[in-house]
Every structure is written in structure tokens, then in C-alpha cells.
């Protein structure tokens, strides 16, 4: 029986998203579970997996398009079977990919050097360049400029396939100047004014969809979340010297960050507040079953926040398997749907970059978030003496509806008494 297969919902405020590319074509036979599309959320290029097996009939979206949350997609149904697209869908199945000129839609031809000139394709008129993800984490490594790139998806959108093809042709040379003959020196001239230096010209750089629903978000979390802010440091040699021991027997691959420690902390504590692990309904307040740990993580289009579910079952092992895993899907614009859902409580560490205090905004529906700085030597004062010490400030921003200073501060020294005992984050 014929399958419409519409546009999912891959996050609770989305309604709508763009087919970026499709990964099996009409007449392909797909298998249920395997990979179709990758579409673009307002947070993420996200792949999306078919539900059911079969033959492709049909796509009723090309690349590029923007539509509806539900509306079809593709048709997919039993080899063999006649179906009629357009009385299922409504809409007639689209043509062809379309391909750039000089380009057949059967087959992709890597070609030739790109020049500054044929990457035009891939520029809107305000400057910015048209590229999948991928494709512009790839080329950043890589030390690209992706204007020197043609692109060859819809609208000529620069996609892996281009910087992997331009990178492995090497870029075209610089035409170096030739030297003109040394003339004999002129007689002395008085000097001349100051060169004036060219200022650039303002840019204007349209907000990708990600930094719009970051700035529709966070606008609404501060206007309308009466926040408290609470700090407390926390003694991290004992943290820091256990995860050396768990390393030391860990491959390289499993190797824990201090981070995964502190997320585990954090959700072993909010069992014990769990109104900081809950969400604000107008009229009460919604305690969260579950413990599900959002992460931020900078990308280059903005922040998304990963979420390591169950993270107070979870031993710190699995933790930082997890985060590893989620954090290079994340940066690849290749994450999955539950990687990016359902988190109840966020941690924000930005530690590594030597940051030692801040605060964060909290990630609406949640009641809470905590910012980890990063943990630095001092000196401390010990038994009257002053002797050297590792000490980290976390601050926790709280949404004042749900709960007040007091039940912050436990909860912080809960979060504290974990990192400095850490013995009890691994038993």
C-alpha cells in the first residue's frame, strides 16, 4: 500500500523546514530505518529516516524547498504498485534534480578549478554564500574561501561534494605580479600627503535560521523569566585527579572530559531538587521524570544545545561517549532528531575557552541552566596556610516563578559536594 511520507516535526516549535537533499531518488528501493533526506530546522541540518520499506515512487518536494510542517513529501510503496501521485498528495511529482549547466542529472562530473568568477552561483546579493553545513565546516578546516568554490546544489548551493572535488583539484594560483625595471631615482620631490586607508564597506549578513530562532528564543526567555543568579566555587582537585586514573585505562576514543563529570553531578543533584529539573505551566509547575542534560555546543551558524538523555543512570563512561558522538554530528550538520529534543536542565561550559565566571539564559521551557567556568590554578588558604589549589566558579541563572535563592544554593552545593567527592559520581 501506497505511503505519504510528509515533512516531520523535528522540534516541538518547528513548522516548517527545507529538503537540502535528497538521498534516494525516484524508482530507488529504500529499506525502513535507512536515510532518505537531510532537512534543515530552524537548529540543524537533521537526517531523516524513512518509517516505512519500499520503492520511491515519486518526490512532490525538490531540493531547496521550503514547506509546511506535514505536508508530503515523496511517496513511497510496494514494487510494482501503480500509484497516483497527484490524487494522494495533491501535487504533481517533481522532475529531475535540477543541475547546474553543462551538467548532466545523472551523474555528478567533478569540474574543473573553480574560478572566483563561476563561484558567483553560489553568492546571494547581499554577500553571503550558499553552502550546506558540511560543506562550510569542511571548507573552514581546510582554510577555504568558499567564494572561490562553484556550487552545485539547488541555486547553485556550495555542498560536500564541491569542496571535496575543488580541494583535491588545488586551488588556482595566485597570478603573481611581474616586477617592472628598476628606474633610475627620480629627483627628490617634496613628500606626499598621508595615503588614506580604504575603509570596508558595512556588510550585511541576513541571520541564518538557527541565529533567528536563537534571537526569537532568548529574547523571550529574559523578557519574561524573573531570573536569579547564584555562584558558588567549587574544589576541583579531586575531580581532576580521578579523571587522570579513569583515562589512564581508557583508549583514546573513551577518554573523558571534565565536563562529563560535571554533567553527571548535576543530574544526580537534581534528583534531589527536582524543581529545578521542571518546566513553568502558568497555573503550576511540571516536575520532569526523566533527567535529560542539554549541552551547548558552538557551531558555525550559532549554538545548539545536544542532550545526553537519563544522564542520572548513566555512568560517566556512557556520558562522554554520548557527548562525543552528539558533538561531531552536531558540528557536521548531520544530527539526529532525539540528539536536539527533550532536554529538562542545561549545562553551558565554557571552561576550555579560560573563561572563569559568566552567566547563561535559560533554554525556555526549562527552569534552569548552569554556567561552568573554567578550572584554574590559585592560592588558597588552607588550615591558616596559603598553599596552590584548583578552584572552578559555576553559577546557576533559575527561573524566580518556580523557585527561590534557598533552593538554588542547596542545589549548588549539592552539585559541589559531588565534584569534590567524586568517588560518588562513579558508584
Not at 516531520?8 to 533526506?37: C, H, N, W, Y
Not at 529516516?49 to 525538490?62: C, T
Not at 510494482?80 to 553543462?102: F, N
Not at 526567555?221 to 567549587?234: D, G, H, R
Amino acid at each position: 500500500m501506497a505511503e505519504v511520507v510528509p515533512m516531520p516535526k523535528l522540534g516541538f516549535d518547528m513548522t516548517t523546514g527545507t529538503l537540502v537533499r535528497k538521498l534516494k531518488q525516484t524508482g530507488e528501493s529504500v529499506a525502513k530505518g535507512e536515510i532518505i533526506a537531510e532537512i534543515e530546522t530552524d537548529k540543524a541540518t537533521v537526517e531523516v529516516e524513512a518509517y516505512v520499506g519500499g520503492v520511491i515512487k515519486g518526490w512532490v518536494v525538490e531540493e531547496g524547498m521550503s514547506v509546511p510542517v506535514g505536508s508530503p513529501m515523496l511517496v513511497i510503496a510496494e514494487p510494482g504498485e501503480a500509484v497516483d501521485i497527484e490524487a494522494l498528495t495533491g501535487k504533481k511529482a517533481t522532475g529531475a534534480t535540477p543541475t547546474p549547466a553543462g551538467r548532466t542529472a545523472t551523474a555528478f562530473a567533478p569540474a574543473s578549478t573553480p574560478t572566483p568568477a563561476a563561484a558567483a552561483t553560489a553568492t546571494t546579493p547581499t554577500g553571503r554564500v550558499l553552502a550546506s553545513p558540511v560543506a562550510r565546516k569542511i571548507a573552514t578546516d581546510a582554510g577555504v574561501d568558499l567564494r572561490q568554490i562553484a556550487g552545485t546544489g539547488p541555486n547553485g548551493r556550495i555542498v560536500k561534494r564541491d569542496v571535496e572535488a575543488f580541494l583535491k583539484a588545488g586551488a588556482p594560483a595566485v597570478p603573481q605580479p611581474v616586477a617592472a625595471p628598476v628606474a633610475a631615482a627620480p629627483a627628490p620631490v617634496p613628500p606626499a600627503a598621508p595615503a588614506v586607508v580604504a575603509v570596508p564597506e558595512d556588510k550585511v549578513i541576513p541571520l541564518t535560521r538557527l541565529r533567528s530562532i536563537i534571537a526569537r528564543r532568548m529574547a523571550e526567555s529574559t523578557s519574561t523569566i524573573p531570573a536569579i543568579y547564584l555562584t558558588l566555587e567549587v574544589d576541583m582537585a579531586a575531580a581532576l585527579a580521578l579523571r587522570q586514573q579513569v583515562n589512564a585505562v581508557l583508549p583514546e576514543e573513551r577518554k573523558t572530559s571534565v565536563n562529563d563529570f560535571i554533567i553527571k553531578a548535576a543530574a544526580l543533584a537534581l534528583r534531589q531538587f527536582p524543581n529545578l529539573n521542571a518546566s513553568f505551566g502558568g497555573d503550576k509547575i511540571i516536575q520532569k521524570g526523566h533527567v535529560n542534560i542539554g549541552n551547548a555546543v558552538a557551531v558555525p551558524s550559532g549554538l545548539l544545545t545536544v542532550v545526553v538523555r537519563d544522564a542520572d543512570v548513566k555512568s560517566v563512561a556512557q556520558i562522554a561517549a554520548e557527548m562525543k558522538a552528539m558533538v561531531a554530528r552536531a558540528r557536521e550538520g548531520k544530527v539526529q532528531p532525539s540528539d536536539i529534543e527533550g532536554s529538562t536542565f542545561t549545562v553551558s561550559n565554557l571552561g576550555m575557552y579560560g573563561i572563569e565566571h559568566f552567566t547563561a539564559i535559560i533554554n525556555l521551557p526549562e527552569v534552569a541552566i548552569l554556567a561552568v567556568g573554567a578550572a584554574r590554578e590559585v592560592p588558597v588558604v588552607k588550615d591558616g596556610q596559603l598553599v596552590p589549589g584548583v578552584r572552578m566558579k559555576m553559577t546557576c541563572t533559575a527561573d524566580h516563578r518556580v523557585t527561590d535563592g534557598a533552593e538554588v544554593a542547596q542545589f549548588l552545593r549539592a552539585v559541589k559536594g559531588f565534584l569534590e567527592e567524586p568517588l560518588r559520581l562513579l558508584v
